[in-house]
């Protein structure tokens, strides 16, 4: 095992009817700023929920903070917030606009330009408190202390890191997931999987826990993610797959092991340059990935094809086979394709996705850090 | 899944020579008291280290903290404490000295008379801040808010929990546990594994990851519990089982889900009244709680039978019978006794067990709270 630090003070409020919550956990006399998205939190009633139990609040709204949350759009918030002095940001929605509030957290305070805090890797040295109330269990935003930000007049889509942006408190009711779309469901539980994938999937260190824990996690969403998509309102279902997407990324599993995020990075082109969901991309991604590293993941994978297939008999080689392509198949199983023929993306768009690698300085990555360009042209290609 | 909220603040510092960065984790001009048990920190030069960590900041020093810590010991640190305006504490030690010190650290600023936060459990409004350099892995204590504190004047053994005294930060360097008597590292494999067994061995409310998770414990445990015996230099053994130690009483996997407990509270009069230790008191009451108790846990103890043990076919009955003696057996295989005969306990000590238990209001224990003291007497008797 590596040696670590974990340190994850975000407090979680777990299960039905824990909005009634939130006011004793916010500062008396607080000015909150409610983030989201669109208007599905105003048809489904949320909004209006998380107001009645802010009346002893001022509050104000900051809303359209879209998918792959942008620095355009994020910096009208950052304006507003720093207007109305803003002292408590409460974000409603998934993983967006969470990671978009943590950027507006970040840069309320900043001196300099905010795009800094991305671009420039700057240090922050403060942030406005936040808190989440999750409406879709993906990302694991609500319990972690990052943030994935695109500018649209660049096409960056840029990480940043700051323990000053741990949500303060994040409810997790799962009945707040009962009206999310099919396809949000379902690209939910492959963004939870590929979270466990990039941190487990890599060379053993004998780290028994962290891998066993990684194992509890990908059973549960390959038991959980179908039948939520036939049993859209089982409560348990909802609850197993909203706990299990925050456990996938809260710093847990990935704590002590290699972690790898290749597929991450690369995926982020796709979304940049081709619009495709963050969650299509990793499952186009995650079975062309294994392919070209199966020697470098070999012991792993043979693991993975083990405890979480079954796959215990025969030929080793066709035991990781057969392990990537369970994989392939649990997420066609989600309806969501794995080729990225299937979305009219052929050869030729490779170039432009290498270029874009190159400029975000993505030429080392994986868990040894050695996975370059070359290595990024090969699984592109195996993923057509 | 039932309700909870979950919320664990304190910092790990896992692995090879973490207390080297212990000074940056405590305030500057800090008067730090050191505090530790008997002299075995002495003889392995982790004290020296300590001190050397913290020659920045004002040290004292208080010792003899026993094994069960007590009351009257405990009140001397106080004392210190407030003597010498110490206003941050460092636990050197196991689950014993970290326990005692939460207590010297709620009962500092308590304006009555600190017995009343054990015996009438009240609630304390602040705490000094307290972290811990674990040396033997067993209770969690460095990562929770609990305390179990005797008083030796009336065999009293009461617990207190409070979230002001979660470490700040607990330092796991498993090169620390090298040198700890083979009984000690036994007696610590036990009482994470009953830990676990208390929050796992209940009824089924269909929370899928905290089953994982809690089975992902047993099986490191069960794997790396022998070795460690045989093997007690090999670090990554080591690490295994200090970070499921510390993970099977953090709150994680007992979040949501339904937990006992009686184990531990019929032990706790064990150890008052004949000074076993307190995890042979689970490894002789575990396997007779599993017995008397195997209606009300039946679905649960098929589930262990089958992914702990990997007793998957046959009878019902045999399989939960099976998975009972291999729990026994496992004990064994670390060599802790699993019967009070063993240790010279016969039917003649059980009523004044019962007096102790109905004493300590322990009348409604257990997962449905219907754990009474006829059933208090089944297990005793089933353990001779």
């Known amino acids: 095992m590596q040696n670590f630090t974990f340190h994850n ?48 609040f001022t509050v104000f709204e900051f809303s359209g903070i879209e998918a792959n949350p ?25 993983g967006s ?11 309320i305070p900043f001196a300099g330009d905010p795009w800094d805090i991305l671009a420039q890797r700057a240090k ?24 994935v930000i695109t500018r649209r007049a660049t096409n960056d889509k840029l990480v940043f ?41 890599t060379y053993p260190v004998d780290a028994k826990v962290q891998d ?13 993610g179908p039948r939520a998509l036939l049993h859209p309102e089982n409560y348990d279902v909802r609850a197993n797959l909203m706990w299990t997407a925050t456990l996938a990324l809260n710093g847990l599993i ?12 690369l995926g982020h082109e796709l979304t940049a340059l081709h619009g495709l969901d963050h969650a299509q991309t990793l499952a186009v991604l995650l079975p062309a990935m294994l392919q070209v590293r199966r020697e470098e ?13 079954g796959l215990q008999q025969g030929d080793e080689e066709v035991r990781i086979e057969m392990a990537i392509e369970h994989t392939r198949l649990f997420f066609q199983s989600m309806h969501v394709h794995t080729r990225l023929s299937d979305y009219g993306i052929g050869v030729e768009a490779i170039p432009a996705l290498l270029v874009q690698l190159e400029r975000h300085g993505m030429s080392a990555l994986g868990e040894h850090r050695d996975f370059d360009l070359t290595h990024a042209r090969r699984v592109y290609e195996q993923a057509i």
């Not at 956990?25 to 669109?38: C, D, H, L």
């Not at 942008?70 to 998934?94: N, S």
């Not at 066993?212 to 959980?224: D, S, V």
Request: glycine share 10%; aromatic share 8%; proline share 5%.
């Open 9 to 56: 003070p975000t407090r979680i409020l777990f299960g039905k009817g824990r909005i009634d919550d939130i006011a004793q956990e916010i500062p008396a006399g607080a000015r909150i700023m409610i983030t989201y998205g669109g208007g599905s939190i105003v048809k489904t009633g949320t909004l209006s929920e998380v107001r009645g139990a802010l009346h002893d």
């Open 70 to 94: 942008t620095y355009e759009t994020l910096m009208q918030g950052v304006e507003l917030a720093r207007r109305e002095k803003i002292d408590f940001l409460l974000a409603v929605g998934g």
């Open 97 to 107: 606009v969470i990671d978009g509030t943590k950027f507006i957290a970040a840069a």
């Open 124 to 147: 922050i040295s403060s942030a406005v408190p936040l808190a989440c109330i999750l409406t879709l269990p993906a990302t694991g935003s609500e319990m972690n202390d990052g943030a």
């Open 161 to 201: 890191t700051s323990p000053l942006v741990f949500p303060r408190f994040s409810v997790l009711d799962p009945v707040k997931t009962y009206t999310l779309p099919t396809s949000q469901v379902a690209n939910g539980v492959i963004d939870a999987f590929v979270h466990v994938t990039e941190q487990y999937l």
């Open 212 to 224: 066993r824990f990684a194992e509890g996690l990908l059973l549960t969403l390959i038991e959980e």
């Open 254 to 265: 990935g704590a002590g092991v290699p972690q790898d995020w290749a597929t991450h990075m």
């Open 297 to 309: 993941k070999r012991e792993k994978l043979l693991q993975y094809a083990e405890r979480v297939w």
